[in-house]
């Protein structure tokens, strides 16, 4: 496990289980908004995350119960649009070294969020950018830019339409209304809705499931699904991932017949 040589201000990185990292927006006096600095935090344990072999899921989470992520921090956006312009342009540079979760189109392993609180605008996003949902069934989900003069270009109004029917879709993105986390299960968003005492019992339960299989063999499948949606059947079908090859060449692939074979439970490395 490559340990973090940094403590982050604006959120948790833990472990609370073996292979699994947690992150955890820490700013409930902002509903865990996200400004500058936060994207920086944030951008920096993602991939810390990712380059951690150690690492084999990533949960997603917001501190408290009110809130998942309220998306940017506009307080702190108000105050650099009135600040010096060398202030403008040290928070341009720092947001110029950020990469967001909503936009790691091949985040290399599982990303499940944990949604505790209200997700809307960038909170949604952020749902939706990730491999699976776990929701408090008070949660409320929803893209209200419209109704503030803005839209949800924080890939919002692309994934949507790409994760539910169309009608559905622009009918959340034209209204702007909220969606219950029951409604948002129904439609196909989130994977599973429980009490919120009850939440991180099903975080675990699914992160049990995922780690039957090996976690190269889970990287390669994540992989080549959501590579293979950008091209055709046949394309995907026969197109080379480099997850695959790597899964190919590693122990786990040697484990997964051999304990097959003695009708054991296989011990997976990762490697």
């Known amino acids: 496990m490559q340990q973090l040589d940094w403590v982050p201000q604006y959120f948790l990185y833990e472990m609370p289980r073996p292979h699994v990292a ?17 994207h920086k935090e944030w951008s920096d344990l993602l991939d810390h995350a990712a380059e951690d072999d150690d690492v084999w899921i990533v949960v997603v989470t917001g501190i408290g119960d009110k809130a998942f992520c309220a998306g940017r921090d506009l307080k702190y956006l108000s105050q650099i649009q009135h600040s010096s312009e060398a202030e403008k342009e040290a928070d341009s540079r720092l947001m110029g070294q950020v990469t967001k979760l909503i936009e790691r189109f091949d985040y290399p392993k599982p990303l499940i969020a944990r949604v505790n609180g209200i997700a809307l605008g960038g909170g949604f996003e952020v749902a939706m950018a990730c491999d699976l949902v776990v929701a408090a069934e008070h949660v409320e989900f929803g893209l209200p830019e419209p109704r503030r ?39 196909g968003i989130v994977n599973e809705v429980v009490p919120y005492e009850e939440l991180d019992g099903a975080v675990d339960q699914l992160i049990d499931d995922i780690m ?16 293979g949606l950008n091209l055709s059947l046949g394309d995907a079908f026969y197109a080379e991932y480099p997850a695959v090859r790597s899964m190919m060449e590693s122990e786990d692939a040697r484990e997964g017949p051999k304990a097959f074979a003695e009708k054991r439970r296989p011990e997976w490395k990762g490697r």
């Open 212 to 227: 039957l299989g090996a976690p190269l063999s889970i990287r390669a499948t994540k992989q080549s699904s959501m590579r």
């Open 22 to 38: 947690r992150i955890t927006i820490n700013r409930p006096e902002v509903r865990n908004a996200i400004n500058t600095p936060a």
């Open 149 to 187: 003069g803005i839209y949800a270009g924080g890939g919002g109004v692309h994934r949507l339409p790409r994760q539910v029917p169309l009608k559905l879709a622009m009918e959340y993105l034209l209204t702007g209304k909220s969606m219950t986390a029951r409604r948002a299960q129904a439609i």
